[in-house]
């Protein structure tokens, strides 16, 4: 499985946007890109995934790069609860096992 | 809906005990999956089940056993424990393991082995 790289940590205030980075520059052509994140003493949970195109849901963005080595998890409008470590794993299409979680973003947020 | 739910929460263990993790999901899901969580780490898969009636090893497998005799319930033993099995331990589940397939997680179990 290719491999991200995410900074440690990055801080924002409340209700300002957060722009969170991940670098894959040996992704395939037929890996997706995950987000989960982990609030403190929780287990991941699913924030979003996406291929090519960027994508939305009700939790966040998806940037992706034109060639596909970079993308960016957008939190809009950070809140207390978005405080979490945010994971971006690579998955291929017929991966049948494990996520490869690296060791994440650590955000904060502050009132 | 619970979702993923684990038994017990917290555990501690001495050298050599025994004990198993009980994962149930109550979403009709084909996958299933053990991790283990170590201070200031991600996740590793210890094992994982692709249906009833199968298991298969994932990256970190020593000194841990499973079983899927049930769609909806995975056991995660520990024959004879070891300090260095302290961890916190993930259960997940999933419709099945493709690219695109979302994994839902429990909430964890914490065990400490002195």
């Known amino acids: 499985d290719a491999k991200t790289t995410q900074p440690n940590s990055m801080e924002s205030n409340e209700e300002e946007p957060v722009h969170l980075p991940c670098n894959h520059s040996?992704?395939?052509?037929?890996?997706?890109i995950h987000w989960y994140r982990q609030l403190p003493s929780q287990g991941p949970e699913y924030v979003i995934h996406g291929l090519t195109s960027n994508v939305n849901n009700r939790m966040a963005s998806l940037a992706i790069a034109e060639d596909r080595k970079s993308s960016t998890l957008i939190l809009h409008r950070a809140t207390l609860r978005d405080a979490a470590v945010y994971y971006c794993i690579l998955r291929g299409i017929y991966n049948t096992d494990k996520l490869i979680f690296g060791t994440g973003t650590r955000l904060q947020v502050f009132p | 809906n619970a979702g993923v739910t684990q038994t017990p929460k917290f555990r501690v263990l001495k050298t050599g005990q025994s004990m198993t993790l009980l994962c149930a999901q109550d979403m009709n899901h084909e996958y299933m999956y053990w991790y283990r969580q170590d201070p200031g780490m991600g996740l590793r898969l210890i094992h994982y089940?692709?249906?009833?009636?199968?298991?298969a090893k994932g990256e970190v497998p020593d000194g841990y056993n499973v079983s899927r005799l049930k769609k909806q319930n995975f056991l995660l033993g520990l024959e004879s424990a070891a300090p260095s099995q302290t961890s916190v331990y993930f259960c997940?589940?999933?419709?099945?393991?493709?690219?695109?397939?979302?994994?839902?997680f429990g909430p964890g179990t914490r065990l400490t082995v002195t």
């Open positions: 997940a589940s999933s419709w099945a393991g493709e690219g695109v397939d979302e994994q839902y």
């Open positions: 089940s692709v249906g009833e009636g199968t298991t």
């Open positions: 040996t992704i395939s052509g037929t890996d997706y």
